[in-house]
Nanobody, 115 residues
């Protein structure tokens, strides 16, 4: 099994930046696609950004140009660089890692952006 563990959330003012990290440990097999999702109160969980093992990326329209996803395959770690943060980015951010046909989720890290 894969165990994603997020870090790097916190409180920041609008216009500020945060960097999230997620290390996916626990398996001797390679980890496939990885990504970040978020869930705000009263809303459904949504994809923020995803990255394939070979590096191709996808972003939600709401974060394009502000967020950058990257990964280190040797460490099974994915990062999310978040710039120009807005209050509407406030949510719990979850790391997702895929291996074979399985999806693994982290516990989530809170990101709060004050106006």
């Amino acid at each position: 099994q894969v165990h994603p563990v997020e870090s790097g959330g916190g409180l920041v003012q609008a216009g500020g930046s945060l960097r999230l990290s997620c290390a996916a440990s626990g398996s001797i097999f390679i980890v496939g696609d990885m990504g970040w999702y978020r869930q705000a109160p009263g809303k459904q969980r949504e994809l923020v950004a995803g990255i394939a093992r070979r590096g191709s990326t996808t972003y939600a329209d709401s974060v394009k140009g502000r967020f950058t996803i990257s990964r280190d395959n040797a460490k099974n770690t994915v990062y999310l660089e978040m710039n120009s943060l807005k209050p509407e980015d406030t949510a719990v951010y979850y790391c997702n890692a895929k291996q074979f046909d399985n999806n693994y989720w982290g516990q989530g890290t809170q990101v709060t952006v004050s106006a």
